[in-house]
């Protein structure tokens, strides 16, 4: 599981080298939750987790005279959000814990959003609640985050060419990318930190992992760096490790499809709203 410790170091290392190829496996979910983000004109934004910052540059793009601050945990991941808006004035970025991130007095958010970027708190109900203190009455919060593991083909494709190690099932709720999978516990938690009008979308999509002249030895790389391929290859032996890429392979080629390797995955657009 991925907790914010790992974010701090070689996780977000790592996803700030790969931005470009993060930033694609997101495609439909981006559209959709800046559809939903940018409905309703917003005067400051923050960006919960912005990562490598391209929610936050679509918004600020979107809306040139209002303002965004994407927060992060992740310097190397703020540099490289940093280096590709350097042009927009009104946005801007800050390395702080989004879950005790105090507002300016005149920089309370009407608007948050986040693109898988809230399922890594240690206590979510504190975090959630101290993100509704610090935001203006009548914010909408708006982010994604991954549905159940069982419901994200992907997850349950990469898991079974890993080799077993005998380990129980993980704790679902556990910080990491499916923690805020049952909508139930997401419900309850916004809802004990003060948040109302909870809603779920259900965003089915294919999460690109590979493109190009290439496709398949783009995504066989690409999950050797990131995600629970990458993760176990670290603890592997090499003939090990190298029954695991090859079993990884035949899968890969088994989603190759007009010059695009894409694996099913399933997410929830969340809104929410606090008090007026
Ligand atoms: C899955 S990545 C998503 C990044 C970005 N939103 C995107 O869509 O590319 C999760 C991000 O959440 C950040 N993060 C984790 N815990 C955080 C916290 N408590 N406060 C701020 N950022 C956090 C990580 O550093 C990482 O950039």
Redesign the pocket.
Known sequence: MTD?SE??GKV?NV?ADE?RR??RS?GPVTERLLQVAQATPFAQAL??????G??SVDLAKGAPSSRVLG????DA?LDVARARSSDLPNLRFEL????S?MAGEAEKPDLLV????VM??AEPGA?FAHIRAQSAAGARLVFSCFRERGENEWARELASVVPSDGDTLPDPDAPG?FAFGRQERVTHLLAQAGWTDIAFEAVDYGMVAGQGGDAVADALSYFQRIGPIARAAAALEPSTKDAMLERLLALLEGHHRDGEVSLPAACWIVTARAPA
Not at 47 to 52: H, Q
Not at 71 to 74: L, N
Not at 114 to 117: D, E, I, K, L, T
């Open positions: 914010q974010w701090t977000g996803w931005w993060t930033d997101f960006d919960i987790g912005c990562g490598a391209e929610i927060v992060d945990i992740s991941l702080a814990d989004a879950a991130w986040s693109r898988h970027g890594f708190f975090a990318p």
